[in-house]
């Protein structure tokens, strides 16, 4: 079997936790709501940073956020934002939780209007706009959202092919998903 060239040159601790991501979770597509505003966030809270310190505090995340249940970070006041700014186990940054809880608010909005964030994203996806169109709807959209954490995003969940080389046995199985759905 022949990885990405990326996950050849991880050793030790890193390569399982980037192996456990890219087997299991990067690249594949996603239906579930609270699973996609996750990992729009982590990838806004990985923006400046290493990925392997999201991979790393990805279980702290979830537990701070409520495991990313998009009804209850939109209801966050206050409280949960002074919680939040003291949780050790995340990454302490204002805007990064500030954008948390106001796109979770967004994406109540955007289900009122398409059902699911997931109908959202797929009803863009059908128009194929360009990774420029992309980062400008997002950006229009939600916060904290520039070119790199909309290409990330977008290619962690399956809306663009760069997730993996042809070669990966990772790359076949996201093939095989999609072509079954």
Do not use: W
């Given at each position: 079997?022949?990885?990405?060239?990326?996950?050849?040159?991880?050793?030790?601790?890193?390569?399982?936790?980037?192996?456990?991501?890219?087997?299991?979770?990067?690249?594949?597509?996603?239906?579930n709501d609270d699973e996609l505003f996750e990992r729009l966030m982590f990838e806004i809270n990985q923006a400046g940073l290493n990925w392997i310190l999201i991979l790393k505090k990805q279980h702290d995340f979830r537990k701070a956020f409520d495991n990313y249940k998009i009804g209850k970070v939109a209801g966050y006041g206050e409280k949960e934002l002074l919680r939040l700014l003291n949780d050790k186990g995340i990454i302490r940054n204002r805007l990064k939780i500030n954008a948390a809880i106001e796109n979770a608010k967004i994406i109540l909005k955007i289900r009122k209007e398409y059902g699911t964030f997931r109908k959202w994203l797929d009803n863009h996806a059908v128009e194929n706009l360009s990774l420029e169109e992309w980062t400008k709807l997002f950006k229009k959209t939600f916060k904290f959202t520039g070119g790199e954490i909309v290409k990330e995003f977008l290619i962690s969940t399956g809306y663009l092919p760069e997730a993996h080389s042809p070669q990966c046995p990772v790359y076949e199985r996201i093939k095989l998903l999609k072509q079954n759905k």
């Open positions: 079997m022949t990885y990405c060239d990326y996950i050849t040159t991880i050793t030790g601790e890193q390569l399982s936790l980037h192996k456990e991501y890219h087997d299991n979770h990067y690249g594949f597509p996603i239906e």
